[in-house]
């Protein structure tokens, strides 16, 4: 059982260029969530889905965007990289809400944009 | 403004002793809590969790410990063990908050010496 998938695993971008995250899980999970960790900070939110077809705003949405076409994929956009956007991206999914069951947790996507 | 701190960045323990991590928050609504721990190169995981209507949760060698008034929450750890040693983030979130938004702490990064 591969739980949650994240590809790829390092990228670097130049600013300005674009890219696209993408996430899968075969667990047959409802939610999935984007998280992004920075140097000395806890995970942020960036965006969610709360099942296929839907998406949400998290806690630091701004320079992305998702997409949740299938039930078991989820994938992160960036439109025109920034080096802001320097980030570990974690990706996560979960049977109910994220009080209700365990977050699965990809093993991420380390992004350096230059 | 941070609303889950976990002021010890790291903490450093011996094979055999108890380890206390420890995680204070400031929103008074949050009402459900969590402890997620994360190896390197890998995603965070699950580990134990405890709702505003206990003060105690626990499974196996980890307990959580929870002080309302105090707005504070202990996870302890007995015996400790080399494979124990991970960054540990606490979370919290609140009923009728996102669905998605779990709020975390910074983590502390906790060494077991053998």
């Known amino acids: 059982n591969a739980g949650v998938t994240q590809t790829p695993k390092f990228r670097v971008l130049k600013t300005g260029q674009s890219m696209t995250l993408l996430c899968a899980q075969d667990?047959?999970?409802?939610?999935m969530y984007w998280y992004r960790q920075d140097p000395g900070m806890g995970l942020r939110l960036i965006h969610y889905?709360?099942?296929?077809?839907?998406?949400a705003k998290g806690e630091v949405p701004d320079g992305y965007n998702v997409s949740r076409l299938k039930k078991q994929n989820f994938l992160l956009g960036l439109e025109s990289a920034a080096p802001s956007q320097t980030s570990v991206y974690f990706c996560?999914?979960?049977?109910?809400?994220?009080?209700?069951?365990?977050?699965?947790f990809g093993n991420g996507t380390r992004l350096t944009v230059t | 403004d941070q609303q889950v701190k976990q002021n010890s960045p790291s903490l450093s323990v011996q094979e055999g002793r108890i380890s206390i991590l420890n995680c204070d928050y400031t929103?008074?609504?949050?009402?459900?809590f969590l402890w997620y721990k994360k190896y390197p190169a890998e995603g965070p995981t699950f580990l134990i969790s405890?709702?505003?209507?206990?003060d105690k949760n626990e499974d196996g060698r980890f307990t959580v410990f929870l002080n309302k008034s105090a707005k504070h929450l202990s996870l302890h750890i007995v015996p400790s063990q080399p494979g124990d040693s991970a960054v540990y983030f606490c979370?919290?979130?609140?009923?009728?908050?996102?669905?998605?938004?779990?709020?975390f702490g910074k983590g502390t990064k906790l060494s077991v010496k053998p």
């Open positions: 667990m047959n999970h409802e939610y």
């Open positions: 889905s709360v099942g296929e077809g839907t998406t």
């Open positions: 929103n008074s609504m949050f009402d459900y």
């Open positions: 405890i709702s505003s209507i206990k």
């Open positions: 996560a999914s979960s049977a109910f809400t994220a009080r209700n069951s365990p977050l699965h």
């Open positions: 979370a919290a979130d609140h009923y009728g908050g996102s669905q998605g938004n779990l709020i």
